[in-house]
């Protein structure tokens, strides 16, 4: 089991930064790619970024390249999502996940509980 708790999420204004922080506990972190999934009210949820187990390879979304960063730092069992130049449909609930191949939306088993990003025009 991996138990994952995000944090960091918060209001803010367009234009704004905010960085998310995904902390990982339970099985060995750095055996795993980690993801950003965010989910809108009314939406499904969706893909946003991803990294490999070793952090040499990254994956974003086409809406979010160029604007987020994610990253990872295994000896703090810690991923991050450095998020600039915020959109009001950046707005979402923004989880972490981890799996076996970051490329593969369909292989993160655990899941964190969310933590709401709000951006206002």
């Known amino acids: 089991q991996v138990q994952l708790v995000e944090s960091g999420g918060g209001l803010v204004q367009a234009g704004d930064s905010l960085r998310l922080s995904c902390a990982a506990s339970?099985?060995?972190?750095?055996?795993?790619?980690m993801g950003w999934f965010r989910q809108a009210p009314g939406k499904e949820r969706e893909f946003v970024a991803s990294i490999s187990s070793t952090g040499t390879s990254t994956y974003a979304a086409d809406s979010v390249k160029g604007r987020f960063t994610v990253s990872r730092d295994n000896a703090k069992n810690t991923m991050y999502l450095q998020m600039n130049s915020l959109k009001p449909e950046d707005t979402a609930v923004y989880y972490c996940a981890a799996g076996t191949y970051y490329r593969n939306q369909n292989s993160y088993t655990y899941w964190g509980q969310g933590t709401q990003v709000t951006v206002s025009s």
């Open positions: 339970g099985r060995t972190f750095s055996n795993y790619a």
